[in-house]
């Protein structure tokens, strides 16, 4: 009898470390996923600021030019462009000046204003 209360107890602290041990890694698991989703966002986010800011600097070489001769761009309405995860809104009072928004799904991640042709006085 005592033989089998010995086991009893080495089994349950078995069982107690396995489950220990299986939670740990879920937990380890969860983590390391997150951290590549937050890697994922940031290689996306960092992509999309080196095609913007190349874009801002393409805009003020050619300030004349159509933005849809210079980028793949669909025109949304007078002042709004479009371009997958990239919204351009361009104004023209006495300075040409904008928006460049990136957006990931819904939400936007990124707005930088630019200014073509000279400053912004506001």
Do not use: R
């Amino acid at each position: 009898m005592k033989g089998k209360n010995q086991s009893f107890s080495f089994m349950m602290e078995l069982i107690i470390v396995i489950f220990f041990f299986a939670l740990s890694t879920t937990v380890c698991i969860s983590f390391l996923v997150k951290a590549k989703e937050k890697q994922m966002d940031g290689v996306m986010i960092q992509n999309a600021m080196l095609e913007m800011q190349s874009m801002i600097e393409t805009m003020q070489a050619y300030p004349q030019t159509p933005l849809e001769q210079l980028f793949k761009v669909e025109k949304i309405d007078t002042n709004t462009y479009q371009k997958e995860n990239i919204k351009i809104v361009i104004w023209e009072d006495q300075v040409k000046h904008g928006v460049i928004s990136i957006f990931n799904q819904d939400d936007v991640i990124c707005e930088t204003p630019f200014v073509l042709g000279g400053t912004s006085h506001g």
